[in-house]
């Protein structure tokens, strides 16, 4: 149920998308007031977001310590699972974000029965990585769209993501990887009971729409062709704010461009937000130096406690004949 | 509404075929027997000013909760929203990749879904999605919201009564969500209602009344001490006179009140006794701050605060200068991580400084309050003890890592260094159990009462498991760690799955190989047991 | 002994079938975790299963040496003891058995005369579910003495300090229990 509902959504959208551009003939609609509208929708609903998280304070310092202390100076302290500077913790969130760091810890290989064995843990890091970074190398491929001459890096990228040399047009292994990790990360969530039990129509939309993303962008590329040049002109019209729509761009391109909208507008509203949250999680993001530093809470508010007065009071006499010191006689 | 322990006839069959299967959202919490801990009393409640004071009992139907609950509830998660970062945080960023799933000891030991700590988490992000959300309104369940029913809350209560705060899955999420975190402020909401339980609420009643969770008035504190200088004299011969509530002292002194009543943490209060003597250290133990630990951390921030306060309100009477803290897990998370900024500044102490070797306590500088463990660290790599580990032999020893003491400060390395040097047969559970790995006992976060016994003993399975482990593998027959609740659940923990296996605390161990100057030829432990190869004098 | 040869070469898909049985006892979001976590730190539950299933048929087809399969038993057994399970359906586990086997060696069983070992062999595991009975019952014991153990231990320091537990002939309450080191009353004066 949770699956059909988010499968059919991205059908229902992929549909009109279609039926938008050939049928009613509304380029104009998708070509550029939705990538206005959700780009407008992702920036704000991000920044929103972040701010929001941010107008809560962080009353209490509570990294979780994933290793030795700071503590005497002859005991080898772990500086970056358990950080007493700021070094540290930028350490620790780099191999968080860049590397899963935690995810990897599940990452233990085990001998059965003379086998090495991997958990299922193992794939899910090794998916997750190969899903964000391929991810990532794609969307900084995109910008050659949106620059009038290509800078040279994202040549180098480029030419590294295609050095197999397969194919014409030449093929990029980040596709293939895309396509590959968000399968899996799908097909985890329908083939692992306990995954599948805690999943929501939220865990699977997401998927089948990167899912329809990468898959149309190959098409694209590879087998539907579409006016490269055209698109080109469109995507800098957009940045220039002056937009035009280039006559002949395939009907393809628009459905990629449509799902790539509603994933930005989609962003922010939902738990692909954690690309945000990561960094400001306190129980990473913060140094363990409580003891060194004190950490202001700024609503710390005075609060009732029982006096040594008031104690001493209930119990003077018996204190008196046990030989302990008071205050009144 | 409690389960009872008997099997329909239709269900018996059910071993063939696997239970019709509905989502978790539709399956409400069944209170199983043993499972759960008793209601708290109204007076208890009443004695700390806490709303909605009353008896009650999980297993009734009727939880006699107030008219207006739901706005309560949901009031109190607006404002904690707008309080913690964290907890905002943490109803929105979870991406349920399952990574903690089998991360939890509930769920290792006891296999309920719900124990998974994501789903535990989901109980209240339903709520929360529900109310907070617009996905959520608009879209409900397809969205992952849910009306707060009464079922629901009960369904949040049974489950954040089944978590020890341990963080263990922290350590494992990719976004370092901490299910501890989650799980206070789901027991702060239920405080709201007066939902406590009375093992909780007992103590903390106690500790804000008498200064410390068990209610022991001051003069029964002395006497308590009095029997452990009466069996120090038998072994050692010497008489230590210890005092308490003394202005002038140089440092105050706080261990849970645990080490002051129950075996074994008796023993690792005479630990204490023997070093501070031998020390000749200028200390003082206090009646009126005299617990360490905080079940006030069980119920709500706020609570944990005014119990808290009390030690550094006696600091400042008694005018010492700074403070050592004994063994206990919980309380070292408190004073590590919130101590300080509950209520510090402590400028009316000075930076801690060994007055037996000189070392700064650096990493105490604010708090002004030092881990014994770190205290006596110091004291043998400065070569101030003198110590006979032989006098250890009888044990083989290995070292249980507490979750707060492993997850909220990482003091590591210090009690193993001084557990090497005061015995010589000391074996490490498995990898994956220790350290920041390390498994919880399962009566953490005030789960350790008597009602609730076959939770704690599935929930400490896999710490168990390790154990035994070592046990077979090495003969090991004495299991240390640096935690009054610790020291008084692992014991029932062992006697049921690794017999014949021991409990203790570090110091009990210091007080045993430590060689006193003027003390008469040891025959007996602190246990009072012939020490190895004095059989025979017996 | 034809039976035997015939289990030992089935052995692997007996127990594994056993296994499943007794993993689908479990709600099926947690059997999957119990079959595929390996690590038997990991998963001490799915582990102990799995080891103590194949020591006791072992066993079964060494002829039942009583001490080192109620050891067997006492591993599984202890487990389901505390995991939310009824008296019936904790120990259900070891009948299922009776039916694998008929299973697996259906053609084995009628092209030969059999039948007499197999019953013999079904009454050992009939004595197998009375031993688990046992050894259930011990553990639930067990359960209830920790608890009041616990209740005692609480008091016993009260009493010593109100001075009732001075000399050895108020002491018979406690004695037996070890984990109370009563000879702590023999030192007071």
């Not at chain 1, 990897?104 to 299922?120: A, C, H, P, S």
Request: aromatic share 12%; charged share 25%; glycine share 8%.
């Amino acid at each position: 149920m949770r699956i059909l509902f988010s499968f059919f959504a991205v059908i229902a959208l992929v549909l009109s998308a279609y039926a938008g551009v050939k049928i009613a003939n509304l380029q104009f609609l998708f070509g550029v007031v939705i990538p206005y509208i959700a780009i407008t929708i992702f920036t704000l609903g991000f920044v929103y977001r972040v701010l929001k998280w941010g107008s809560s304070p962080v009353p209490f310092r509570i990294p979780t310590t994933c290793g030795q202390q700071k503590s005497l100076p002859w005991i080898k302290q772990n500086r970056i699972e358990n950080p007493s500077s700021i070094s540290g913790v930028i350490i620790r969130m780099a191999l968080e974000a860049l590397l899963f760091r935690s995810l990897f810890r599940n990452l233990k290989t085990q001998l059965k029965d003379g086998k090495l064995v991997y958990g299922e843990a193992k794939w899910l890091w090794l998916a997750g990585l190969a899903f964000h970074w391929s991810f990532l190398i794609i969307f900084v491929r995109h910008f050659r769209l949106f620059l009038q001459s290509t800078p040279s890096f994202i040549k180098t990228i480029e030419g590294l993501d295609s050095f197999l040399q397969v194919g014409v047009p030449l093929l990029y292994m980040t596709d293939i990887v895309l396509l590959g990790s968000v399968t899996y990360l799908f097909l985890r969530r329908v083939f692992i009971p306990q995954v599948k039990y805690i999943s929501l129509a939220a865990d699977y939309f997401p998927l089948f729409l990167i899912f329809g993303i990468a898959a149309s962008g190959v098409l694209m590329r590879y087998f539907y062709k579409v006016d490269i040049v055209g698109v080109k002109e469109l995507a800098m019209g957009l940045v220039i704010l002056k937009p035009v729509i280039p006559q002949g761009i395939g009907v393809i391109f628009y459905i990629h461009l449509f799902l790539i909208c509603l994933l930005f507008a989609y962003f922010p509203l939902s738990k692909l937000m954690h690309m945000a949250g990561v960094f400001l999680s306190p129980t990473r993001n913060m140094v363990n130096n409580s003891r060194m530093v004190r950490h202001i809470n700024p609503w710390n508010y005075p609060v009732h406690v029982h006096t040594y007065e008031e104690y001493e009071n209930d119990f003077r006499e018996k204190m008196k004949k046990a030989g302990i010191p008071v205050e009144k006689e | 509404m409690a389960t009872k322990f008997t099997a329909k006839p239709d269900e018996l069959s059910k071993i063939d075929h696997k239970p019709p299967k509905k989502g978790w959202m539709d399956t409400p919490a069944e209170f199983k027997e043993h499972t759960f801990c008793w209601g708290a009393k109204g007076k208890n409640l009443n004695i700390v000013d806490f709303p909605n004071a009353r008896d009650w009992s999980p297993a009734e139907e009727d939880w006699k909760l107030p008219e207006n609950w739901q706005e309560i509830v949901l009031e109190g998660i607006k404002d904690r929203l707008g309080k913690y970062r964290s907890f905002k945080l943490f109803m929105d960023i979870c991406v349920r990749c399952g990574a903690c799933a089998d991360k939890c000891h509930f769920f290792i030991g006891g296999g309920d879904p719900k124990n998974m700590p994501v789903l535990r988490a989901e109980i209240l992000r339903s709520i929360y999605r529900k109310y907070f959300t617009a996905s959520g309104k608009m879209l409900g369940k397809i969205a992952g919201a849910r009306e707060l029913t009464l079922d629901v809350l009960k369904e949040l209560w049974y489950y954040y009564y089944q978590c020890t705060e341990c963080r263990r899955c922290s350590v494992f999420c990719p976004y370092g969500i901490d299910q501890a975190e989650i799980t206070m402020m789901g027991r702060e909401l239920t405080n709201l209602l007066g939902l406590n339980t009375d093992w909780i609420s007992g103590p903390v009643a106690n500790c804000y009344m008498k200064g410390n969770h068990l209610g022991l008035e001051p003069h029964t504190i002395t006497s308590s001490v009095e029997f452990f200088l009466d069996d120090i004299e038998t072994i050692t011969g010497i008489r230590i006179k210890p005092t308490f509530n003394r202005k002038g002292a140089e440092i105050l002194f706080v261990t849970p009140s645990g080490d002051l009543f129950a075996d074994p943490g008796t023993y690792t209060a005479m630990g204490y006794l023997m070093l501070f003597h031998e020390l000749g250290l200028d200390y003082t133990w206090s009646t009126y701050a005299s617990e360490g630990g905080n079940f006030g951390f069980f119920t709500s921030n706020e609570m944990a605060k005014r119990l808290n306060a009390k030690i550094y309100a006696e600091a400042k009477r008694l005018g010492v200068k700074w403070i050592i803290g004994g063994e206990c897990g919980h309380m070292w998370r408190v004073i590590n991580q919130y101590m300080d900024t509950w209520n510090g500044p402590a400028d009316f102490l000075e930076e801690p400084v060994s007055p037996i070797t000189g070392t700064k306590f650096e990493n105490a500088k604010s708090t002004k309050m030092v881990h014994i463990a770190e205290f006596t660290a110091d004291l043998i790599k400065n070569g101030k003890l003198k110590l006979d580990p032989a006098r250890n032999d009888r044990l083989k020893v290995t070292w249980h890592d507490s979750c707060n003491t492993a997850r909220g400060m990482g003091i590591l390395d210090e009690p193993r260094y001084v557990l090497r040097n005061v015995c010589n047969h000391f074996y490490e559970m498995p990898e994956d159990t220790i350290r920041e790995k390390t498994f919880c006992c399962g009566s953490g976060t005030g789960l350790n009462a008597s009602e609730n016994m076959e939770l704690r003993m599935r929930g400490g399975f896999p710490r168990a498991n390790a154990v035994k482990y070592v046990r077979d593998n090495y003969g090991v027959n004495m299991l240390a760690n640096i935690c009054a609740i610790d020291r008084a659940t692992l014991n029932a923990l062992m006697e049921y799955w690794a017999p014949d296996v021991s409990v203790c605390g570090l110091h009990e161990l210091v007080g045993n190989a430590l060689v006193m100057t003027g003390e008469k030829e040891r025959t007996q432990d602190l246990r009072l047991e012939p020490l190895h190869g004095k059989e025979a004098e017996e | 002994m034809k039976l035997n040869s015939l289990l030992a070469d089935k052995k692997a898909s007996i127990l594994e079938k056993w296994f499943d049985v007794i993993i689908e006892s479990y709600p099926p979001d947690t059997s999957n975790f119990l079959k595929n976590q390996s690590n038997r730190f990991a998963n001490p539950a799915g582990s102990a299963i799995s080891q103590g299933i194949e020591n006791i048929f072992d066993e079964l087809l060494r002829g039942l040496n009583q001490g080192n399969t109620l050891q067997f038993l006492d591993n599984i057994v202890r487990i389901r003891a505390v995991q939310d399970f009824t008296p019936s359906q904790a120990l259900s586990f070891i009948f299922p058995l009776k039916r694998i086997i008929r299973e697996e060696l259906t053609v084995e069983i009628a092209g030969s005369q059999l039948s007499d070992e197999i019953l013999a062999l079904e009454s050992k595991i009939d004595d197998l579910a009375l031993s688990a009975f046992d050894i259930y019952m011990k553990c639930r014991e067990k359960i209830y003495e920790i608890k009041a153990n616990e209740v005692k231990s609480m008091t016993f320091r009260l009493l010593q300090m109100a001075n009732l537990i001075n000399t050895e002939g108020h002491e018979s309450d406690f004695k037996g229990n070890d984990k109370l080191k009563i000879k702590r009353g023999e030192v007071k004066k």
